[in-house]
């Protein structure tokens, strides 16, 4: 009985320890992540930039797409 | 023998006497704590030992469209000091190193803490603030100190935590992402989201019963709680971090270059009125700015000539002219009830169309063909603009929103101005919201949506909540109106007041403004401009539209006209959505051949296959190939320009020295 009691108080100052390291990883993780936030805004990266000379582009940026045309399988060679 | 034995028993009795009436009282005492006072004592008893726990529940973030969050629960520390703790050598040995460290992490000197150190041992103050509000990031690195790193027993260190609101993104969107805070009064007061949804952010604190134990702790004495807390919601808001970054710093970079007292600006999703951006700054008395009062939801001004929009589609309705319609402008002045209605362009126009009129915001032509059009039945022109929506609040999820004020016939203060004055936009009153939700009814072919700054309610990841879009008024005016009216807006960009916006790469469509505010208050000393601009984007296929207002800027360079102010940031914003969404360009055949680049790459292949033995003539060749086959020749090239050579430095047929330099002029 009394060595049950002890185990279980040994379980509350676990949690107990536990959750003020959850606070302090979220609160770690708040930390980092607003300061991200603030690095890969355009206006912090445009800011940087401004040194090197390299200014937000006027136009937006093209893709090029290359159509593969489909080769055809024998099967479909002999019916078309 | 003096004393008989009879006495000796008398004592005795009389000692057993004092003894029995102990015992009485004892046990009177002792049913008298068990029986009569037992209840009180057990319910003491219990109280200390065992408690009632709130379980906080937590708060639910608010997250932009695209996943970042915009606000969320942290703890954050506050640090104090036991200045009894720590032992005299420890306090000594430590006092100097902690101290600088502590100045450098907090910004002040380093004898101001050593000297209030040591006052607070020689007070013996067990409880010394050091800092508080400290984020995680600070809170690690005081911890790591000298003496505050050998813990609370022999540092002195004491760590408290409280729960605080934060906002990741930082200063970006403040006042719209709002607070919520009890006031002195104990009441709950808030602003924004935070407090329009917080019927879905705070969630149901649970309770628990605990038992003390050692160390201060307390442990549950049920396995289950005997309420569960109920965590709150999360609430999905409509804002794109990214634009709103954008329209942030355009604006600001205004603001502070027109040295400006306030401004704001709203960009809008046409089909579904997401508000995708808001952005409120004002000047502080050092010159910064900061989000201080959300202008663009509370503030109801006058508009001046963006409300010429309105105008143009009541007499278009009604036909009583058409965009065609010739106007004379009167040589920039016209005369009502002895006030003048002037242009801003001294002199007038001559005789413009209607269209022309209002592509260069002429105040006269604008002014006549309404006041010629309605002057006989004012209230025909009014019920348009009321049935317009202008004169209603748009019912904003968020509180504050502003009023808006147009004169009715029916008033007291009705007078012989008010229909010409209401025509350039002055006697009313419209926030920049109202104002920017009717033109995008006008980019929206014809519906009018109500803004929104949330999209959906969600519990991790199963929705609660979904807004859908909200349709005000689902016809404001006729199909070939709001072609018509779409042309025109187009054009004021193209060759109107807005012509310094045109851009080749992208289309927009707005209309200018630049108000006079506070005109008629002490004697026109404290008038200022209010200079906005009102459009969406692509002109041809409406996507977003926005709105910029900048009140009081810096008139001493003549250019605080919409276009000038407001227009940079309208465009900076067009660009930013224009440029994110990559142009794709489609091609079928990777192996075409062209004619022109098989012969140039045929004749640098022959030159980079032969041996030479002498600097080669690289003239006419392109800047890549040569500088390609001259380093390969073992010699440093340096390029001045871009393009082909035009120049060498070391001539043609020279002996090729190793690692000298030859300078290529390019063009």
């Known amino acids: 009985m009394i060595a049950n009691t002890q185990r279980f108080e040994q379980k509350v100052f676990q949690i107990a320890e536990l959750t003020n390291q959850v606070k302090e990883l979220r609160s770690e993780f708040v930390d980092r992540r607003s300061e991200l936030m603030k690095l890969k805004m355009e206006s912090t990266v445009s800011e940087k930039m401004i040194e090197k000379e390299i200014f937000p582009s006027t136009v937006p940026p093209i893709k090029i797409k290359v159509k593969k045309e489909e080769e055809k399988s024998f099967f479909k060679k002999i019916w078309q | ?667």
């Open chain 2, 1 to 667: 023998m003096a004393v008989e034995d009879k006495y000796i028993s008398y004592r005795i009795y009389l000692v057993a006497f004092a003894i029995f009436l102990m015992a009485i009282a004892i046990a009177v005492k002792l049913t008298n704590i068990q029986w009569v006072e037992g209840d009180y004592y057990r319910k003491l008893a219990k109280e200390r030992t065992v408690k009632n726990f709130v379980i906080p529940a937590n708060k639910g973030n608010i997250y932009s469209a695209d996943g970042s969050l915009l606000a969320t629960s942290i703890p954050n520390y506050e640090i104090r000091f036991d200045a009894v703790a720590p032992k005299a050598e420890a306090f000594e040995k430590n006092v100097k190193s902690l101290s600088d460290s502590l100045a450098s992490a907090l910004g002040r000197p380093s004898n101001f803490f050593e000297n209030e150190l040591r006052k607070a041992r020689a007070n013996k103050n067990r409880y010394y603030l050091v800092a508080r509000k400290l984020s995680y990031t600070q809170y690690s690195k005081i911890k790591s100190f000298p003496l505050f790193n050998l813990g609370a027993y022999k540092g002195g260190i004491i760590i408290e935590q409280e729960t605080v609101r934060e906002h990741p993104i930082g200063k970006i969107a403040e006042r719209t992402v709002g607070y919520e805070r009890t006031s002195h009064g104990g009441a709950l007061d808030g602003k924004g989201i935070e407090w329009a949804f917080r019927k879905y952010l705070n969630g149901k604190d649970g309770k628990i019963l605990k038992q003390k134990i050692a160390k201060g702790q307390w442990k549950p004495i049920r396995d289950i709680n005997e309420v569960d807390p109920q965590d709150g919601y999360d609430v999905i808001s409509t804002i794109d971090v990214y634009v709103q970054d954008i329209a942030h710093h355009a604006l600001l970079k205004q603001l502070e270059l027109y040295e400006a007292d306030h401004g704001c600006v709203v960009v809008m999703e046409t089909k579904t009125g997401h508000v995708k951006a808001i952005s409120n700054l004002g000047r502080a008395n050092d010159g910064t700015y900061y989000e201080t009062t959300n202008y663009a939801v509370a503030e109801s001004h006058e508009p001046g000539s963006t409300y010429k929009l309105a105008d143009l589609m009541a007499l278009l309705e009604d036909k009583k002219a058409d965009t065609s319609t010739v106007y004379d402008s009167k040589g920039g002045v016209v005369v009502y009830s002895g006030k003048k209605v002037n242009d801003s362009h001294k002199g007038g126009y001559g005789k413009i169309s209607l269209a022309r009129g209002f592509e260069l915001s002429s105040n006269t032509v604008l002014v006549q063909a309404v006041y010629n059009a309605y002057k006989n039945e004012p209230s025909k022109f009014v019920n348009h603009l009321n049935n317009f929506g202008l004169n209603k609040t748009l019912g904003l999820s968020i509180k504050g929103e502003g009023v808006p004020y147009i004169p009715q016939p029916s008033d007291k203060n009705w007078s012989n101005i008010s229909l010409p004055w209401m025509a350039f936009g002055y006697g009313v009153h419209i926030t920049p919201l109202q104002t920017l939700a009717f033109y995008n009814a006008v980019a929206n072919d014809g519906e009018m949506v109500k803004p929104q700054f949330v999209s959906e309610i969600k519990e991790w990841n199963r929705t609660i909540k979904k807004y859908e879009k909200e349709v005000l008024n689902p016809r404001i005016c006729s199909p070939e109106t709001i072609l018509k009216l779409q042309a025109v807006l187009a054009n004021v960009v193209k060759k109107g007041t807005g012509s310094k916006l045109y851009s080749k790469d992208f289309s927009m469509a707005g209309k200018t403004g630049t108000a006079q505010v506070n005109y008629g208050k002490s004697g026109r000393s404290g008038m200022y401009y209010a200079s906005s601009f009102v459009g969406y984007f692509p002109a041809d296929k409406p996507m977003y539209s926005c709105i910029v207002v900048v009140h009081r800027p810096n008139t001493a360079l003549n250019n605080f006209y919409g276009a000038d102010v407001a227009g940079p940031v309208f465009k900076r914003i067009a660009q930013k959505i224009f440029t994110d969404a990559p142009s794709t360009n489609e091609i079928k055949n990777l192996n075409r051949k062209i004619a022109k680049q098989e012969n140039n790459y045929d004749s640098y292949f022959v030159k980079s296959e032969k041996k030479l033995q002498l600097i080669p003539n690289v003239k006419g060749m392109s800047g890549m190939d040569a500088v390609a086959l001259l380093e390969n020749l073992g010699v440093k090239v340096r390029a001045i320009g871009v393009g082909k050579v035009k120049k060498q430095s070391l001539a043609a047929g020279q002996n090729i020295v190793k690692n000298t330099t030859i300078l290529l002029e390019l063009s």
